[in-house]
Structure formats: structure tokens, C-alpha cells
């Protein structure tokens, strides 16, 4: 079996698919231009809603946008809200695992002023202006306006399982319909790639989700894991739309992006980017541009590996040579890496320079 996105490559589903005109709920609401892949993307939700399909997910609804970081998937979530406000939801409960995107959520739901606020002035559903309410808990919610409670999954979790005063409940979802929306949803899986969902926050929003069988999770993340087989199988009839870097680069929506391949072993690329980031830097500054480049260095997997990772990059800056720098010189065979000593060459900046300033 594939991913459910993949019956969107159908014929037939692509022609009725082309046909679906975006709600007045979303167009007239939501003030950014909607891209065409975002018009997309709220298409195919109105399709599997309203066609009767094998492949359709089946209730409570749980569904995931597979989308590219920057490639605009708070703008989705808005539209989203906008059109299941309009087909009877009030109720909204977004959360994440970190209170830095919380923040900036809440300003691009909630805050007018800011420059990624994602609605119109006034946000007109059927006639009737709706306001964009914050709410602590669904006691609190009103039945004509979009109630959302913003949170982080390990809060959510902590104020589930242990009951204090005006902390949300198991019985907030009794009786109300949700929408819960989970961004950076791969953070969520722990429990279905362990095999255990006893006890965790991939426990704790399945209970919630379940609560009702009108119920809707939507997952948005741009990191989805095609490698292990327990999660493979449970997004299967989950991803209803997919938009990986590659088609948003080719799109020329994303910043251009240049990738360096190299045959050397792990302590030599890290030098080597590490002269690509203070070229980078000295490039900037000779044009009289303050620029600090950021590198991130990914471990492949676990916390652990990210951990040890660290603490070989500190030994290696704390041991870092002449003999070192001087051998990517030699034996980089990327043009770049190059043309980088030639400005350090012409700037007067030599291998002792170079490590000082790293």
C-alpha cells in the first residue's frame, strides 16, 4: 500500500480535484497571496471530505501535511481553521514541542501588528464577523467565535495526568467537537516507533483525539521518517499532501541553495565548512555587510549522538592546526573551498589567522 497522497496522481482525481473552488471562508480571510501548492493542499482536505473513497481516512480524522520549512504551513493551518469554523467547529488546540514557536504562532494568529499575522482585519464567515480568541480552557470557549488554546505537548501532557486548578481536563473534550493541530508532528511518534504508547504524549493525544468521533488531528511537519517501518505503516493512509524542498527549490519559492559534496571523512568536512563559514564572513565584511553565518551540525539520529558530536567539535576547535587547514588547501577539490584561500591569500589572512579567527 502507498501513501494516501499518492491517489492524487489518479486522473480522475486530479480533474475533480481541479475543480473545487476554494471557500469564500479562506480566499476572502486570510490575507497573504495563497500559492498554488497551498491551493492545493486545501483542495485535496475539501476532496477527501466530501468524496466517498476506499482510501479515505476514517474517523475521527487523522491527517498530516508532509510540507517544506518555510514553505508556509501556518498559512495552511489558518485556512484550515477558517474553513472547519465555517463546517461547525469552534473549538481549536494547537501544540508543539517548543514555546518559541508557540510565540510565534500566537503572533501570526493572534497579533494584528505583526508582520506574519496571517488574516484579514476583519475575518467575515457567512455574514458574521468572527474574532480569533485565546483561550486557557474550553470552559472558557464561546460558540461564535474560533476558541484556540495554545500549548506545548509536554504541558499538555503534565496538566492531563495531573489535574490542578484551571488546567485543561480530560472531561474540557467531552461533549465538543476538536480540532487539535500538531506542528513539528515528528516529534510526536515516540510511542509508535517504540512500539509503546503507554504513558506518552503520542498517548496523551490519542486520547484526546478519540474523544469524539468528529474529532480532527491535523499534523503538519517537514520531516517525515520513511525508514522505519512502524511509522511508514501508520502514516500510510495519513499523508494526504506532500511538498519536499526539491519541489518548493524548483518552484523558486525557496532561497537558492547550493550543495557541496565531499569524500572526506567527518573531522575534515567540519574544517572544511568551518573555512567556507569565516570566508564567508570575511566576504561580507570587505563589502561592508555585518553578517554571521550560522552552521548547523545534524546528528543523524539520538540526543546522544548529537551530544558526543559536540564534544568532538570542541576537542577539534581546541586542537585545530596549520597542518589541518593547510591539507584542505591541498586536497579540496571544491571550487569554492578554492576560491576561499585565494581571498585570504589576496587579504593578507594566513593559516594562523584562520584558525585564530575559528
Not at 472531561?171 to 493541530?181: R, S
Request: aromatic letters at 12%; a neutral charge; glycine letters at 2%.
Amino acid at each position: 500500500m502507498g501513501f494516501l497522497y499518492e491517489i492524487f496522481n489518479n486522473s480522475f482525481v486530479r480533474r475533480t480535484l481541479s475543480q473545487i473552488t476554494l471557500p469564500a471562508s479562506i480566499v476572502d480571510n486570510i490575507k497573504h497571496i495563497i500559492r498554488p501548492y497551498q491551493e492545493e493542499a486545501f483542495r485535496r482536505y475539501i476532496f477527501l471530505d466530501t468524496e466517498d473513497l476506499d482510501e479515505k481516512p476514517k474517523k475521527p480524522y487523522h491527517i498530516l501535511y508532509n510540507m517544506a520549512t518555510g514553505s508556509g504551513k501556518t498559512l495552511i493551518m489558518a485556512g484550515l481553521i477558517l474553513h472547519l469554523y465555517q463546517k461547525g467547529y469552534r473549538n481549536f488546540l494547537f501544540f508543539v514541542n517548543s514555546n518559541n514557536i508557540i510565540q510565534k504562532t500566537k503572533d501570526n494568529f493572534l497579533n494584528p501588528q505583526a508582520s506574519k499575522y496571517l488574516f484579514n482585519d476583519k475575518i467575515v464567515i457567512d455574514g458574521k464577523e468572527v474574532l480569533i480568541k485565546e483561550i486557557e480552557n474550553f470552559e472558557e470557549a464561546d460558540n461564535q467565535n474560533i476558541n484556540i488554546k495554545f500549548t506545548t505537548i509536554q504541558q499538555l501532557h503534565i496538566d492531563l495526568n495531573n489535574t490542578k486548578e484551571n488546567s485543561i481536563t480530560y472531561e474540557d473534550f467531552k461533549d465538543k467537537k476538536l480540532v487539535l493541530i500538531a506542528d513539528e508532528a515528528h516529534h510526536l511518534v515516540a510511542g509508535t516507533k517504540s512500539g509503546n504508547l503507554f504513558g506518552s504524549w503520542e498517548d496523551t493525544v490519542k486520547k484526546i483525539h478519540e474523544c469524539n468521533f468528529e474529532n480532527i488531528l491535523l499534523e503538519f511537519t517537514a520531516t517525515i521518517d520513511t525508514e522505519t517501518a512502524e511509522l511508514v505503516k501508520h502514516y500510510q493512509d495519513k499523508v494526504i499532501f506532500k511538498y519536499d524542498l526539491a519541489e518548493f527549490r524548483k518552484d523558486k519559492y525557496s532561497k537558492e541553495i547550493n550543495l557541496i559534496r565531499s569524500w572526506y571523512d567527518e573531522q575534515d568536512r567540519i574544517i572544511q565548512a568551518l573555512i567556507l563559514n569565516l570566508y564567508r564572513q570575511k566576504l561580507a565584511t570587505s563589502h561592508n555587510i555585518n553578517l554571521k553565518p550560522v552552521i548547523l551540525f545534524k546528528a543523524k539520529r539520538t540526543i546522544a549522538e548529537s551530544e558526543s558530536n559536540k564534544e568532538n567539535f570542541h576537542k577539534l576547535i581546541d586542537n585545530l592546526s596549520m597542518a589541518m587547514i593547510e591539507k584542505i588547501q591541498k586536497t579540496s577539490t571544491v571550487p569554492i573551498v578554492q576560491k576561499a584561500f585565494q581571498f585570504f591569500e589576496a587579504k593578507g589572512i594566513s593559516y594562523q589567522d584562520i584558525i585564530r579567527r575559528i
